[in-house]
């Protein structure tokens, strides 16, 4: 039973790129969710992606994007990245967008922004 | 105020030993609550749903409590394996459709020989 995967694992960009991490759901789960982890913090909401639209976001400015395909994969897109974006970043999947459903982590990705 | 506040910690526990620790939350509106554990650099990992009449798998205890706005998680005989970072998460926005967790900052809990 395939869990979460996220890609890449670990990445290295600088001030002002552009950034696109991707996320497969734990098999038979049809909603994504992404959430930013700063060190020595919890997991902070981005969006959620069910039925490739974004239903519900965090307080994330629009240089934080989205998108999920008919498979259920999501991306995570940044734009003109900060240094203050170097996080963890966390895919949760779950069955449906209820919340008493509880979601599933993937690895992450790690982002440095130098 | 947060919206969901735990003790950061850390609990030190000598093994064998019972830790028990709180997270409160803001919206008595809020339905569905969950334990995770995070180990170091890690993804969370769900531990336990937390439901209104309480819980226990294992050694794992957990408690919520509506009218004082806080849940619990208590650890029996603690091993040197449950050295972990334990999240409360807490779903705070049940009228609308969705699922989004918001996390309280994790409580620390390190059991020493």
């Known amino acids: 039973d395939a869990g979460v995967t996220q890609s890449p694992t670990h990445l290295i960009k600088t001030r002002g790129q552009q950034v696109t991490l991707r996320c497969s759901p734990k098999s038979g789960h049809d909603t994504v969710s992404w959430y930013q982890q700063a060190l020595g913090q919890g997991p902070q909401f981005i969006f959620q992606y069910y039925e490739e639209e974004e239903r519900q976001r965090g307080n994330f400015p629009d240089r934080f994007s989205g998108h999920q395909f008919p498979n259920y994969s999501s991306e995570l897109n940044v734009n003109a990245l900060l240094l203050g974006d170097s996080a963890l970043y966390l895919c949760?999947?779950?069955?449906?967008?209820?919340?008493?459903?509880?979601?599933?982590f993937g690895d992450g990705t790690r982002l440095s922004i130098l | 105020r947060k919206e969901v506040e735990q003790d950061p910690g850390p609990f030190n526990v000598p093994e064998g030993a019972t830790v028990a620790f709180n997270c409160t939350y803001s919206?008595?509106?809020?339905?569905?609550f969950f334990w995770y554990r995070q180990d170091c650099r890690k993804e969370p990992k769900l531990l336990m749903s937390?439901?209104?009449s309480g819980n226990e798998d294992g050694r794992f205890t957990a408690q919520l409590n509506r009218a004082s706005q806080y849940i619990s998680l208590l650890i029996r005989d603690s091993k040197l394996s449950d050295s972990a970072t334990y999240l409360c998460v807490v779903n705070l926005n049940p009228i609308a459709a969705g699922n989004k967790l918001t996390f309280g900052g994790g409580t620390r809990v390190l059991v020493k020989p």
């Open positions: 919206n008595s509106a809020s339905q569905s």
């Open positions: 937390v439901y209104s």
């Open positions: 949760a999947s779950s069955l449906g967008d209820r919340e008493y459903q509880p979601q599933h």
